[in-house]
């Protein structure tokens, strides 16, 4: 028999085979409003399935101050990479990464969809973004205020602020400029997409949803229709499979797939967001509150991200390093994605030269804001240091970019039954991190499919 979900409202499931019209893989920041919306109409059957723990994530895990990803957390994954002592995490639980993430939710810049396909026209994307971050929005967002800042970010923004555009607090659409961050969340606990989504919908007689489950792999016929998965307890029938594992669980499913549109690739390409890390140390410890309460966009594709202390105090295991301003490149630096046992393993190589370049060019305006006078007593003096390696952001995307390996709603080209609804189907990168607008893109395509 199965394990029971401690969850009541989280069904189990008999060993051997379910049917349904759909089935969603991963509960996470995608697949959640996919379950949600996808179940509205009574007629159709939807199973989702994940792999992470049917209990919820409580207070204690949704705490802002803190990322629950260190070696014993509850709700994580890790994935191998081959930077030095570097992992890649991401949730695994009811909710995804929405559970374990840092709770910054800003929208992309306009600009950034000029180069997506037909049908993701500005308006739609702002009625899909305004679900979310509306002023009823169903994630919660609103902005780190002048008294959730801390001392840091309150210096970040004065420094800046007489430098470059600053976006005012109640408009949604970032600029180049000071961008204070939107967080999702009720007061200091992140609200996660299951909450936001997945709860609302649990008692729908027409949606299962399916904790403590695995999916191993596609069952494939003929190499391009899709027909169901297998589960490491039971497998599922379906009429559509859609992938919403994440970029790398995604990715997972897919290397270890028979499809023949894949050609047996050993990898799949993504994007990540490298970045150089520039660290001081403290005069007086800072105030506990949001990871990252605010950052600076630059003309030349940069995300300079004011941390509000050091990572050791967000993540438990890791060790000392400084308070940290993070300059990272966020043109798309390319990393493969390379089946490893039941995970994937992210091989970076080096970042391209102008990556690099630009990144330097950043850290050394950065050691030059904390030289300055707005900083004077937060920094100590000559504790200023830049990192020789840059390192990622946590965010790899868009291996199956739309509007080439699949349609404009994640429809795979090629197969029959299958759909891809996660960072994996991002067609470019963006000037922000990714989490609004996956679940963004989730918003959209779930009406329209
Ligand atoms: C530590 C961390 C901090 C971050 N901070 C931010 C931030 O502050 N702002 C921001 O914009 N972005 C942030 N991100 C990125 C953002 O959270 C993710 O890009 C986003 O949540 C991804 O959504 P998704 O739906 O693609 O995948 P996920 O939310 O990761 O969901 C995938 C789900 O699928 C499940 N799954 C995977 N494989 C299987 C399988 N084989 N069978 C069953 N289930 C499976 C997983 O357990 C998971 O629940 C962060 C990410 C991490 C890891």
Redesign the pocket.
Known sequence: MTRRSRHPALKSADNGRLTADVVI???????CVLAEKLSRESGRDVVL????PGRWPGPEDRDLRR?P?GDRAPYAVRHATDLDGLTA?????VG???V??????LRWHQDDFADWPEGWGLEAIDAAYSELDGSDGTMGVSPVSDDELGDAGTAFERYWSSREVTRPLGVRWPVIGVNRVLGNRSGMLRRTAAEAYLEPALRRPNLRVVAD???RRLEVSDGRRVTGVATDRFAVSAGEVIL????L?TA??LLGSDLEVLGGAGFLEAGEHRGLVVSYRRTDPAEPGMV?PTVLHTVDGLEIRCYRDDFAVYIEGVPPSGTMVEVTAMRRSPVKLVADRGRVRLEFGEPSPEATASMRAGADRVVEMLRSPDFAGIVVPGSVSVAAVPGFS??AWGTMPMGVWTDALGAVYGTEGLRIV??SILPTGGH?????T?MMMAVHIASRI
């Not at 399935?49 to 992470?52: A, F, K, N, T």
């Not at 995490?89 to 639980?93: E, F, M």
């Not at 374990?100 to 939710?105: A, E, I, Q, S, T």
């Open positions: 893989v991963g509960a996470g920041s995608a697949g399935l994940e792999r992470g990322l990803i995490a991401r949730g695994c639980a995804g990464s929405s374990v993430n840092g709770g910054y939710f489950c695995e999916v919403a594992a994440g970029t669980g997972r499913l990252l946590q965010h996660d960072g922000s991190g990714p989490h609004a996956i």
